[in-house]
């Protein structure tokens, strides 16, 4: 019969001296402290592999180990070694799910997917995307492995911004998160997609319009814009005017630069690459849009064009020249006008669309294309193309008249 060991004790381990050659005082059931002839000291277990052979495995240096937690780490391979288990592989495949852990975080799967998208992204979508990162994300997910993100982890998030009324951009990161978890699943860090079965956790918003005046309300409207004329900046009054007349997009306007217009042209086009719907990242539309300008609206870019044609913009930032101005400044000048919550910018469009179908009798898709938008029907947007050049033509002058005759 072999020899039991008798336990060590913790003097005993901490006393034991160095020899000239390895010193080991055994623990029994495989575990010895060995004592290099420098001093130092380890814990090794000593066991049999399943075909027999026998290896020894290191528990760490005392003190920093110490006969306890060296005892414990012995208990832990042998119930290992029941199970059927080899302590050292059982020790690497810990540390590699440990530097799995580390390496795979949200914030690093999240970056390497981001960097991937940045070539198929405009520079301004790819910035804006990594933005609301950064700001709602990585704050509080960012750390956590990624494939250790739980629904209620993401269902903080998104509470967290629909609680300061952003519920698109609460939608806006849930997609881009999902597509995140199927990045981490087709590269290896994740094995799950946790957005994918989260159907109802975001907060029913009903859409709402853009505030905008009806027909009946244009002239009092436009009252009030006369006798408020007096106490605004000169491009705000024009940029106003301007609005009312060609009703494109307040950005559209705004980001105008004066290459675009034609000293005393009557027409004016806008590149596709500057319309809402050419800027989309998928499928954009690449089709310029022709804005007919009427008498009135020639006039005001004339004006216009004596305070600001020696710049890029026809509507420069007051602080950078070479930057278009805010698109709040027109909002801002229609609160003053007392109209807060009833009208804005983009709310010409509607009032257009309204006061021209109902007040000039023109038909509803002349108006539409003016407007530049498109059949969301592909089939039918494929075979209707007429653009109604001549009818639009007529129909802006037509409005700018009627404007003037309120």
Same mark, same amino acid.
């Not at 026998?54 to 005392?62: L, N, R, S, V």
């Given at each position: 019969m072999p020899k039991l060991a008798k336990p060590l004790s913790d003097i005993q381990v901490k006393r034991a001296k160095p020899g000239a050659k390895l010193v080991k005082l055994f623990d029994g059931h495989g575990l010895y402290l060995e004592i290099q002839p420098s001093g130092a000291k380890f814990w090794r277990f000593r066991y049999n592999q399943a075909n027999?052979?026998?290896?020894?495995?290191?528990?760490?240096?005392?003190?920093?180990?110490?006969?306890? &937690?060296?005892r414990d780490k012995r208990t832990e391979a042998r119930r290992q070694l029941l199970d059927g288990k080899d302590p050292i592989q059982e020790r690497e495949l810990t540390k590699r799910a440990n530097?799995?852990? =580390?390496?795979?975080?949200? !914030?690093?799967?999240?970056?390497?997917?981001?960097?991937? #998208?940045?070539?198929?992204? =405009?520079?301004?979508?790819?910035?804006n995307v990594l933005h609301r990162l950064e700001l709602d994300i990585f704050p509080n997910l960012g750390r956590f492995p990624v494939d250790e993100v739980t629904h209620r982890d993401l269902i903080d998030v998104f509470r967290k911004i629909?609680?300061?009324?952003?519920?698109?951009?609460?939608k806006r +990161?849930?997609?881009?998160?999902?597509?995140?978890?199927?990045?981490?699943?087709q590269t290896g860090a994740a094995t799950r997609n946790p957005i994918a079965d989260m159907k109802d956790v975001l907060q029913v918003v009903s859409p709402s319009n853009f505030p905008a005046i009806s027909s009946d309300e244009l002239p009092r409207f436009l009252e009030s814009l006369r006798n408020n004329e007096a106490c605004m900046q000169p491009l705000t009054r024009i940029g106003l005017k301007l609005l009312m007349l060609v009703f494109v997009r307040t950005?559209?306007?705004?980001?105008?630069?004066w290459s675009e217009i034609q000293e005393g042209c009557p027409d004016?086009? $806008?590149?596709?690459?500057?319309?809402?719907?050419?800027?989309? !990242?998928? +499928?954009? $539309? #690449?089709? &310029?849009?022709?804005v007919p300008l009427s008498r009135q609206a020639v006039t005001l870019l004339a004006e216009l064009r004596a305070l600001t044609g020696g710049g890029s913009y026809l509507f420069p930032n007051i602080r950078d020249r070479n930057r278009p101005m805010s698109n709040n400044a027109f909002l801002k000048a229609i609160e003053r006008m007392g109209y807060k919550g009833d009208m804005s910018g983009h709310g010409f469009r509607a009032l257009a669309m309204s006061t021209i179908k109902e007040k000039l009798g023109y038909r509803h898709e002349?108006? &539409?294309?003016q407007l530049a938008h498109v059949q969301k029907d592909k089939i039918a947007r494929a075979y209707d193309r007429a653009e109604f050049i001549d009818e639009r033509k007529v129909m802006m002058q037509d409005w700018a008249d009627y404007i003037d005759s309120l």
């Open positions: 027999g052979k026998e290896t020894t495995i290191t528990f760490g240096p005392y003190p920093e180990v110490s006969l306890a &937690d060296a530097l799995k852990t =580390s390496e795979y975080t949200f !914030r690093k799967i999240a970056t390497e997917w981001h960097e991937l #998208k940045l070539k198929g992204w =405009s520079p301004a979508y790819a910035q629909e609680s300061r009324g952003a519920h698109e951009i609460a +990161n849930k997609a881009v998160c999902a597509q995140i978890f199927s990045y981490a699943i950005s559209e306007l705004i980001e105008t630069p004016w086009t $806008i590149p596709w690459c500057r319309m809402k719907l050419g800027k989309r !990242r998928l +499928n954009p $539309i #690449k089709k &310029d849009h022709f002349v108006v &539409d294309r």
